[in-house]
């Protein structure tokens, strides 16, 4: 797939225009129609002229998708977002979005504004990670955040002291999110909150109650505290006859990812993680990951507490590496079993280097693997897809361990398995439809294109050369 995304200015009005044109045309007829309809060229470039341009997508030769880039403050707007319909099916959108993404750095977040007489383009949106944060009929404003925190919680003190340092920022009205499955430390974290805005009562799970209110003992905000599991609807609040106000209270909704969005244009939402499938509530043998993503402009200046760490490496698709447990092989099947293991990546040495595989569709450059088939190991797909994208077979294979991965705008968490060889001799290497070259890698060295991902679980797994030698070894 011949597809390049370039950055324009207001010289490239026509350009856009061109495209978003027949683009909206081709949309159902709106009643107020659509601004882009009787946009005027001179317009269209005083848009493009406001400091950040656009993005225009060619497809085999021929410009078929465009947008507009607006910033406002601290969110990037993505203003007239059209591909041309015979072009459509191709992916061309998310390319497009994910190079909004790029050009979005610095901001908070990306925004578009659709119609509610088009829920098919509002489910579009909605599946590349956008939520709505506002309507103002007959619009609907969506909202993609770009910035997650990543704090580690490697026990239940911890995980109270991160709730105690973000309470030290609530203020009434604020609204906190909390997902993770059960046992890992909701409920832990809400305390901390609870104990950091010196609220009355001991804060326990609200599962049998549905919500608890926590007054103030200081004067400042109180705390509602929520389990929306068995809520239909966020809705379904306003018939709990709670005798404190959400607005002059702090609320912390657990399990209230995709039911507590409408609470508030704002919200913190906090995720939390953990790696092996252990059946004790917050227990301490089992370290927790707390993803703090914000959204909306209450949460624009946000002070990160300190214990903020940044993820092990990133991609610009806003992938994120979160951390990487070294364990036995044998552990693969006592991972959280609401984390999925699809991945599984071979790191092979090879002429003092790693091999790297180029994925044509990507355009990037990356670890031999892929996906787990069903029926298949992580170890088995491994060693086959190794053998697919290179042409040779794996050898000798060891375990080094399982990479934690955030993926993207979905923020879809995910564990990867990473094997790794030593390659003697030439590599037969024959290009295909995604993979159309391949190189050795010196570690630490510059390639255009190299995930980073990849390259930091590369280095990770010819690190543990160095872990496991005895110390009065010297290197060969």
Same mark, same amino acid.
């Given at each position: 797939?011949?597809?390049?995304?370039?950055?324009?200015?207001?010289?490239?009005?026509?350009?856009?225009?061109?495209?978003?044109?027949?683009?909206?045309?081709?949309?159902?007829?709106?009643?107020?129609?659509?601004?882009?309809?009787?946009?005027?060229?001179?317009?269209?470039?005083?848009?493009?002229?406001?400091?950040?341009?656009?993005?225009?997508?060619?497809?085999?030769?021929?410009?078929?998708?465009?947008?507009?880039?607006?910033?406002?403050?601290?969110?990037? /707007?993505?203003?007239?977002?059209?591909?041309?319909?015979?072009?459509?099916?191709?992916?061309?959108?998310?390319v497009l979005i994910d190079a909004a993404v790029d050009a979005a750095h610095g901001y908070d977040d990306l925004t578009v504004v659709t119609r509610e007489e088009l829920p098919r383009t509002r489910r579009f949106w909605?599946?590349?990670?956008?939520?709505?944060?506002?309507?103002?009929?007959?619009?609907?404003?969506?909202?993609?955040?770009?910035?997650?925190?990543?704090?580690?919680?490697?026990?239940?003190?911890?995980?109270?002291?991160?709730?105690?340092?973000?309470?030290?920022?609530?203020?009434?009205?604020d609204l906190v999110v909390l997902s993770g499955e059960l046992g890992a430390g909701k409920t832990t974290f809400t305390q901390g909150v609870g104990q950091g805005l010196e609220v009355r009562g001991d804060i326990?799970?609200?599962?049998?109650?549905?919500?608890?209110?926590?007054?103030?003992?200081?004067?400042?905000?109180?705390?509602?505290?929520?389990?929306? /599991?068995?809520?239909?609807?966020?809705?379904?609040?306003?018939?709990?006859?709670?005798?404190?106000?959400?607005?002059?209270?702090?609320?912390?909704?657990?399990?209230?990812?995709?039911?507590?969005?409408?609470?508030?244009?704002?919200?913190?939402?906090?995720r939390i993680i953990r790696a092996l499938a252990d059946e004790e509530v917050d227990s301490d043998l089992d370290p927790r990951r707390v993803l703090m993503t914000p959204i909306g402009p209450r949460w624009y200046e946000m002070e990160v507490p300190s214990s903020q760490r940044p993820p092990l490496a990133e991609k610009l698709n806003e992938n994120l590496l979160l951390d990487f447990y070294r364990c036995p092989e044998?552990?693969?099947?006592?991972?959280?079993?609401?984390?999925?293991?699809?991945?599984?990546?071979?790191?092979?040495?090879?002429?003092?280097?790693?091999?790297?595989?180029?994925n044509s569709w990507r355009d990037e450059w990356e670890l031999p693997?892929?996906?787990?088939?069903?029926?298949?190991?992580?170890?088995?797909?491994?060693?086959?897809?190794?053998?697919?994208?290179?042409?040779?077979?794996?050898?000798?294979?060891?375990?080094?361990g399982v990479g934690t991965v955030q993926l993207g705008h979905e923020r879809r968490i995910e564990f990867v398995a990473v094997y790794r060889t030593v390659l003697d001799g030439e590599v037969d290497f024959v290009p295909n439809d995604e993979i159309d070259e391949l190189c050795t890698w010196q570690l630490g060295a510059e390639l255009p294109g190299l995930s980073g991902i990849d390259a930091h679980l590369a280095e990770l797994a010819v690190d543990r050369q160095a872990q496991d030698r005895p110390a009065t070894e010297e290197p060969a």
């Open positions: 797939m011949s597809l390049e995304i370039r950055h324009v200015g207001p010289e490239g009005a026509e350009e856009v225009r061109a495209v978003v044109l027949p683009a909206f045309e081709a949309r159902p007829p709106l009643d107020p129609p659509a601004a882009a309809l009787s946009e005027s060229l001179t317009e269209l470039a005083a848009l493009l002229a406001n400091g950040a341009g656009g993005l225009v997508a060619r497809f085999e030769g021929e410009d078929v998708g465009a947008l507009v880039l607006d910033p406002k403050g601290t969110t990037m /707007y993505l203003r007239r977002f059209g591909v041309l319909p015979k072009a459509q099916g191709h992916g061309i959108a998310k909605e599946r590349q990670g956008f939520r709505e944060i506002r309507r103002a009929s007959p619009n609907v404003e969506l909202r993609r955040p770009l910035r997650t925190f990543l704090f580690d919680a490697p026990d239940a003190e911890s995980m109270r002291e991160i709730g105690r340092a973000l309470a030290g920022q609530l203020t009434a009205g326990t799970s609200p599962t049998f109650v549905i919500a608890r209110e926590h007054p103030s003992l200081v004067g400042g905000p109180g705390l509602v505290h929520v389990d929306a /599991y068995r809520l239909g609807g966020i809705e379904e609040l306003d018939d709990l006859d709670l005798e404190t106000s959400l607005d002059d209270s702090v609320t912390v909704v657990e399990w209230g990812e995709g039911v507590a969005e409408g609470l508030a244009e704002s919200r913190l939402e906090v044998s552990e693969l099947s006592e991972l959280d079993p609401s984390i999925p293991l699809p991945l599984s990546l071979m790191v092979a040495e090879h002429a003092g280097g790693v091999v790297m595989v180029h693997g892929g996906t787990i088939d069903e029926g298949e190991t992580a170890r088995e797909a491994a060693e086959r897809e190794f053998l697919e994208e290179t042409g040779v077979p794996a050898g000798d294979v060891e375990f080094v």
